[in-house]
């Protein structure tokens, strides 16, 4: 199986917030050397943003990060994934994943309702390669590299991805996303962090997860600690930033979705213009 081609880094954000970019900020991002576009925010399955985002672009690649198999169902994604395909070959990427058990009521054995979605989306013919899953723990991310590309997993450590990657062995896709403030203030830094990590504090699976990579009951209560709010959100120079961004690949990841905590298109094309030259985009 061949593992999707991203490049080293792309650009993770809610589908709504891409719809906002312009075809002129969409070829600058593409310019700048950016892999892929990470649409999150559980979009709906006719998956209907997507092309206006290929479309002004020539390689750039969408995925999404992710499909909520609760609230999209199989039949018509698969039928939105060889629509898009179709009009733009290789560049389309499917991530599902089980979402939270707190928002569906209809949350019943995920892992069984995983791996029937897979099945599903087998005999719908999407490829195992063009697909990725999310995946927090041991089991989905073994099951993830079974019957997809891999991973991508969301709010881990570089201490998880070098996990994964032992988990899932040399073959598998892993897209780790993480976020980033460019900002060298720490408070202010914390304060955005706090914002965004808030409502996944709540949520059984991260909290779970975070307590596997050794945090405690006082890091992962609310407010979130100073500990977590550093280890899931990057700040400092662009270096530095960039240096934790790389801790990804070097424990394995094969790209990495960044998640820049700003506000409006304008100032996420700054961001990602800045930050391209220490990871070494352009």
Do not use: C
């Amino acid at each position: 199986m061949t593992k999707p081609q991203l490049g080293p880094y792309g650009v993770f954000g809610l589908y709504r917030a891409f719809q906002q970019l312009s075809p002129e900020q969409l070829r600058t991002i593409e310019a700048l050397g950016y892999g892929a576009i990470w649409a999150g925010g559980s979009p709906p399955a006719d998956l209907s943003w997507v092309e206006p985002l290929l479309e002004p672009t020539t390689d750039l690649k969408v995925a999404t990060g992710i499909v909520n198999i609760w609230t999209a169902e199989a039949g018509p994604v698969s039928e939105s994934f060889h629509r898009i395909d179709k009009a733009y070959p290789g560049r389309f990427l499917l991530g599902i994943g089980v979402g939270h058990p707190e928002a569906h009521t209809e949350y019943q054995k995920p892992y069984a309702a995983l791996n029937d979605y897979l099945d599903k989306l087998d005999e719908y013919g999407v490829p195992k390669d063009r697909r990725v899953v999310a995946a927090l723990g041991p089991r989905v991310l073994k099951l993830s590299a079974q019957r997809a590309a891999g991973p991508h997993p969301y709010l881990t450590t570089p201490e998880h991805t070098a996990q994964a990657r032992a988990l899932v062995g040399p073959d598998a896709f892993i897209a780790p996303e993480h976020k980033v403030v460019l900002t060298t203030d720490a408070d202010k830094a914390r304060a955005v962090g706090r914002k965004a990590l808030d409502i996944y504090l709540n949520l059984a699976n991260y909290r779970n997860n975070w307590q596997r990579l050794g945090f405690t009951e006082e890091d992962i209560a609310k407010p979130g600690g100073d500990r977590l709010v550093d280890a899931m959100v990057a700040y400092g120079t662009v270096d530095a930033i960039a240096a934790r961004l790389q801790e990804h690949r070097d424990a394995g990841a094969d790209h990495v979705p960044v998640q820049v905590l700003t506000t409006g298109p304008d100032k996420l094309v700054d961001a990602l213009t800045e930050l391209a030259g220490p990871l070494g985009l352009r």
